[in-house]
């Protein structure tokens, strides 16, 4: 049973940026692809970005890409999502998860090939 746990949302102006981190325990952590997602009122969960265990791919969707950054350090068991120029259509809660499908990338996209979730830290973006 791996926990997980966001922090460093908030509030920013647009253009600026947040780096959001996502700590683990209760399993082991290298064994797992890392995804970011967000959500917003009435909307499904989107993919945002995935990191494989190594953290050697990345995988982003168009609409963040060039903008945002996924990193994760195993030694520390967390999970990064830098985000810059930042836009208010990026306002939602966004959720990290683990996904143990480590060698089949087509499930990095999907929210239902994840096991485990965070509880969301709210991430507004003022225009």
């Known amino acids: 049973q791996v926990q997980l746990v966001e922090s460093g949302g908030g509030l920013v102006q647009a253009g600026g940026s947040l780096r959001l981190s996502c700590a683990a325990s209760g399993g082991t952590f290298s064994a797992y692809v890392m995804g970011w997602f967000r959500q917003t009122p009435g909307q499904a969960r989107e993919f945002v970005a995935a990191?494989?265990?190594?953290?050697?791919?990345?995988y982003y969707a168009d609409s963040v890409k060039g903008r945002f950054t996924i990193s994760r350090d195993n030694a520390l068991n967390t999970v990064y999502l830098q985000m810059n120029s930042l836009k208010a259509e990026d306002t939602a809660v966004y959720y990290c998860?683990?996904?143990?499908?480590?060698?089949?990338?087509?499930?990095?996209?999907?929210?239902?090939?994840?096991?485990?979730w965070g509880q969301g830290t709210q991430v507004t973006v003022s225009s």
């Open positions: 998860a683990a996904n143990a499908n480590k060698y089949n990338s087509d499930t990095y996209y999907y929210p239902n090939r994840y096991a485990y």
């Open positions: 990191i494989t265990w190594s953290g050697g791919r990345t």
